[in-house]
């Protein structure tokens, strides 16, 4: 009984809170108003980085770019059902896994948390699969200076696959934040690629521009 009961709550609850980003009008869609969620900065296309098509959500403008600021680096973790709401607008193919992005221990400890992670839990309970973490990051270091080939090698050194799964997924989802250059999406993939995984597509909130 309780599990017809709980979405009937969530929505009457979210028919009364005020929105995450006005505080004005009431929530309507993933935490904000109608109004702010139609103003967000909608991209729901494809870019092409590293010879890998990535799906995007949004661009990386206001209020989204200080959105993610805010969620990855400042603990705003109420922002959390937004951001994942909008990689629910991506027409996401048929999938077994989602990989979010790992992160190293240092960037880890740093933050508290792995904004891909957090992000990832919620679209794979929205898409009902599971999450897959085979590959882990070592230290993060700073890229500021290097030439892209040097970029893409020590991006490449930082992945590592953590140990030998036991289930093996072939169709999988990489999940990021931001997309940039494409550098860490294509470091995941070539592990993946590894591991046997046969079709691997890769989905951001949003793009920035290289």
């Known amino acids: 009984m309780l599990q ?35 103003k967000l900065p909608w991209f729901k296309n494809v870019v092409q980085r590293q010879e890998m098509s990535i799906q995007v959500a949004c661009h990386y403008d206001y209020p989204m770019d200080r959105i993610i600021q805010k969620f990855k680096y400042e603990q705003q973790l109420h922002f959390q059902t937004l951001l994942a709401g909008t990689l629910t607008q991506l027409r996401i193919p048929k999938i ?3 990989v979010p992005m790992p992160i190293s221990n240092q960037r880890l400890a740093e933050r508290g948390y792995n904004q891909s992670l957090v992000l990832a839990k919620i679209l794979a309970k929205h898409l009902n699969i599971p999450i897959w973490q085979p590959v882990s990051r070592l230290a ?22 953590a140990a030998q799964p036991k289930i093996r997924y072939r169709k999988v989802l990489m999940l990021d934040d931001v997309v940039t250059t494409g550098s860490s ?26």
């Open 4 to 38: 017809f009961i709980q979405p009937f709550m969530h929505k009457a609850i979210q028919g009364i809170s005020p929105c995450v980003l006005c505080g004005v009008d009431h929530q309507r869609h993933h935490s904000v108003c109608t109004d702010c969620w139609q």
């Open 96 to 98: 077994q896994a989602i």
């Open 140 to 161: 993060q270091h700073s890229q500021k200076g290097m030439s892209r080939i040097e970029r893409l090698d020590q991006i490449g050194q930082q992945f590592v696959i």
């Open 185 to 210: 999406l294509h470091a995941l993939k070539t592990k993946l690629d590894e591991l046997g995984c046969q079709q691997i597509y890769a989905a951001c909130i949003a793009s920035a521009e290289p």
